[in-house]
């Protein structure tokens, strides 16, 4: 069984390779010696508005946006926002400012906190809002939701995703496009499965980095997190570091 889901989560890695715009990720799975509970997002953009981001932390397992040159942001809405964060055993991450409503109001169902929430209203994009929750302790779960809009008009679509278990070496990914495109195609279906190989934190959040397309790639999280002991630990990756030079 183990062995038929790594390859099918290395035939998605292989589309995702060929994916030109994926838009933003989020990944929710386990390392492949079984120790960590993963979690990773990556944003991607187009213009220079939207390249003009990296990731930072703060150290307390708290991961934002924020802008690389702050003189050249020209929409702060589309750059700042929270990306990751968590709270005792539950762990959140988004493609954006979800994360801090998920985290005040954390309930066994994340659908509750995102109630009032629709997807993004950038039309004509109508860019989808992907979350992911994560819970620790006598029974572990994760949860994936999906808000994006009808396909038949206005409404929204509220798809939510409950795992109980992981295989080891796998994650389930959702992103918000399925491709470039004007307007940007919006992601449908149900998660993916993906490769999580690798001893430690680099090797896996590198592997996904390098499947995305390098011309809009701008940043990339990955929480490692203990599941004995719930610790967390961040890696980040950004497109334009402090030298300016491409992170590869």
């Avoid at 409503?101 to 629709?118: C, I, K, N, S």
Wanted: net charge negative; proline share 6%; aromatic share 10%.
């Amino acid at each position: 069984m183990a062995s038929r889901l790594i390859e099918e989560a290395l035939r998605n890695f292989g589309e995702l390779q060929k994916t030109r715009y994926p838009g933003r990720i989020v990944i929710v799975g386990m390392s492949e010696n079984s120790q960590f509970l993963i979690q990773i997002t990556a944003i991607e953009g187009r213009g220079a508005n939207s390249q003009n981001r990296q990731y930072v932390e703060d150290g307390w397992g708290r991961v934002s946006t924020a802008p690389f040159d702050p003189t050249k942001v020209t929409d702060p809405s589309l750059i700042i926002y929270t990306a990751m964060d968590e709270r005792g055993l539950a762990y959140v991450a988004s493609n954006g400012c979800q994360t801090d409503a998920v985290v005040r109001h954390l309930t066994p169902r994340l659908a509750d906190p995102l109630a009032d929430f629709t997807y993004e209203p950038d039309g004509p994009n109508w860019t989808p809002r992907i979350t992911a929750v994560s819970w620790l302790g006598r029974k572990m779960r994760s949860e994936l939701t999906v808000l994006r809009r009808s396909r038949w008009g206005e409404g929204c679509d509220r798809l939510s995703y409950t795992f109980d278990s992981f295989a080891p070496g796998v994650g389930h990914c959702i992103s918000t496009y399925t491709g470039d495109g004007n307007p940007l195609p919006s992601y449908y279906g149900e998660p993916f499965l993906l490769p999580l190989l690798g001893a430690d934190k680099e090797t896996v959040a590198h592997s996904i980095w390098n499947a995305l397309d390098q011309e809009y790639r701008v940043g990339l999280a990955l929480k490692w997190i203990n599941m004995e002991t719930g610790v967390s630990e961040v890696f980040l990756i950004n497109r334009f570091l402090k030298d300016e030079k491409v992170a590869t």
